[in-house]
C-alpha cells in the first residue's frame, strides 16, 4: 500500500515526522494499518481509552516494549492493532469490554494459565501454534494489515503466511530461545503451512514438501528471522555479537541472522521506557521523587521496604536489588550464589542488604542461603510483584545484571532513572546501555565486569562499595547527574523513529 500525501518530504523531517504527518487522517484517505503480534504485553493507554480494560499479560521487557510500540505508534497517526493470546485467568475485560484494536486469541491452551509461559516446552509449543494458527487464518485476513510486526519465537510461522499473501512484514528478536517441530506437527495443530512451508528454516535442506513435512525439523525462531522483510535485535551490540559468536544459539538461528545482516536487512534498535517509568510519577512507590530530590526520596523508600522486609531500619545501610527472573542459564543468578555469604561477611559492619524480587528456578537457593546462615534480616527473597519491584529499585543503592547474555535488558535501564546503579556483565544491551563509573572525573554510571564468572563479579561488587562508603558529597553528585542523564538517554523516541525507519523501508509513506 501506498498512503500520498499533497506535501513534499522535506530533508529535515525525522521518521516520525514524516509517518505522522503522511498518516494523519484526511479526507478519502486512510491511516498505515499496522498488526502487531506478540504473546504478551503490559498496561496500554491507547486500549484503554472510552472505559475499555487494556490487559496487561508480563514476562519480561516484551510487554513493556509492545504497549509502547502501541502507543507510540498510534501517536503518530497510525492505526495500530494487536493480536495476543487470550489469557483469560490473567486478564478479565472491563465493563465496556476489549478495544476494537486488541484481537484476542481464543484456545483452551490459554485459558488457565498463571503465567504466559510454561514450565513445559510441549505446552508451549501448542500454546504457540494455537495463537499462530488464529492469528494466520482469521485475524490477519479479517483486518488485513499493510505491516505485520512480529515478536519472539511464538510469532515465527506469522512472517512466511505473511509472505504468502503478500504482507511486508517485520520480525523482532528479544531473546534466544527457540522451538523446533516439524510440518506435520504444525498442521495437526490447525495450520496450514503447505502454502508458505518454503519460506520456513529447516535443519536440513527441503528437497520437496512430502520428503520435509514429516521428519526435517523447523526452526521457529529461525523462520521468522528468514521469512521476514527485515529483523531486528533489540540492541546494536547484541546482533553484532550474534554475528561474530552466535551466543550458543541453533545453526539455523545464527545463520538466518548472519542471512540478514549481510543482505543489509537487519538493524539492532535499542530498547526504551516510557517516560512515565520514573520515580517522579511512579504511584507504586512509598515516596515520589527526582534527581534533585533523590536523598530524601530514596532514603524514605528504603525505610519503607526494611520494614515491609523485617530488615534492620538503617537508612545508610547499601542495599542491593536482584530486579529480574533468576535464571541461572542467563541471568547469572549463579555467580552471586556463589560468593553471596562471603559478601555479606566480608561488609557486615556496613549494614549491606540483598534483596530478590523475583521468579525463577534459584529462587529456592537463595532462600535457603538465608535460612541456613540465620541472614533474614540481611537477605529477603520475594516472588515477583509490579509494584513491589517498583520499590526494590526506588529503595535500593545498586541492582544485579551479570547476565551471560542480554539481548538488551531494561532492569538496568530504569534503575538508572531511579538511582539504583547497575553492576552489570559487559554484553549485548548492557554494553550498550552501562559505562563504567569513575566518580573522581563525574563519567560513566555503573560497575562492569568482563570476565563472566564470580571473581568478575565480586570484582565489581567491590567497586560498589567504594563508591558507596566514599565522600557523601561525591556519590550524591553521582548520582544526580545519573539520574538526570538517564531522563533523556532511554527516552522512546529514538526507538521510535527508527521502526517508523525501517517501516517506511517496507512501505514507501510518500513517493
Known sequence: MQLKTDDPVTSSETPAETFKRSSSRKAGKRRLKILLVTPEISESVFL??????????????????????????????????????HFRSLFEPGPNGHSRRLHLCKDREFYYRKSVYDGCSNSNLRAAF?????????????????????????TGLVPAAARSMGIPSIFTMHNLHDEQTTLSHIEDRGIDSARFWNHLYYGRYPHSYEETRSHNPVSMLGSGILAADRMNTV????????????????????????????????????????????????????????????????????????????????????????????????????????????????????????????????????????????????????????????????????????????????????????????IAHLTGGLRDTVKHLDSHAGTGNGFLFEVHNSEGLRWAIDRAMEFHLGPEEEKQRNRQ???????????????????????????PINA
Not at 494455537?130 to 511464538?154: G, T
Open 481 to 507: 547527574r545519573i539520574m538526570s542523564d538517564a531522563v533523556n538517554a532511554f527516552s522512546p523516541e529514538k526507538m521510535i523513529s527508527e521502526y517508523l525507519g525501517m517501516y517506511r523501508s517496507l512501505i
Open 48 to 85: 484503554a481509552t472510552n472505559g475499555k480494560q487494556a490487559p496487561c499479560v508480563k514476562a519480561g521487557g516484551l510487554a513493556d516494549v509492545s504497549a509502547l510500540l502501541l502507543d507510540s505508534l498510534t501517536d503518530a497517526g497510525a492505526d495500530v492493532h494487536v493480536a495476543l493470546p
Open 235 to 422: 540492541s546494536p551490540s547484541f546482533l553484532n555479537e550474534l554475528n561474530i559468536s552466535g551466543h550458543g544459539v541453533s545453526w539455523q538461528v545464527a545463520d538466518a541472522v548472519r542471512g540478514k545482516i549481510s543482505a543489509g536487512h537487519a538493524s539492532g534498535i535499542l530498547n526504551s521506557l516510557p517516560e512515565s517509568r520514573s520515580p517522579r510519577q511512579d504511584r507504586y512507590i512509598y515516596r515520589q521523587y527526582d534527581a534533585a530530590t533523590h536523598i530524601e526520596g530514596k532514603r524514605e523508600n528504603k525505610i519503607e521496604l526494611q520494614r515491609i522486609l523485617g530488615f534492620d531500619e538503617n537508612p545508610n545501610a547499601p542495599m542491593f536489588f536482584w530486579p529480574s527472573r533468576l535464571d541461572p542459564v542467563q541471568k547469572g543468578c549463579q555467580l552471586l550464589a556463589e560468593i553471596l555469604q562471603q559478601v555479606i561477611s566480608d561488609y557486615w559492619e556496613s549494614g549491606i542488604q540483598v534483596v530478590f524480587i523475583a521468579d525463577g528456578p534459584s529462587a529456592r537457593h537463595f532462600d535457603d542461603i538465608a535460612e541456613s546462615q540465620g541472614l533474614h534480616r540481611r537477605i529477603a527473597v520475594r516472588k515477583f510483584h509490579e509494584p513491589f519491584s517498583r520499590l526494590g529499585y526506588a529503595a535500593s543503592d545498586f541492582i544485579f545484571m551479570p547476565s551471560s547474555f542480554e539481548p538488551c535488558g531494561l532492569a538496568q535501564m530504569i534503575g538508572l532513572r531511579y538511582g539504583s546503579l547497575p
Open 130 to 154: 494455537a495463537f499462530q494458527r488464529d492469528v494466520i487464518h482469521y485475524v490477519m485476513p479479517r483486518i488485513r494489515p499493510d505491516l505485520v510486526h512480529c515478536h519472539d519465537w511464538m
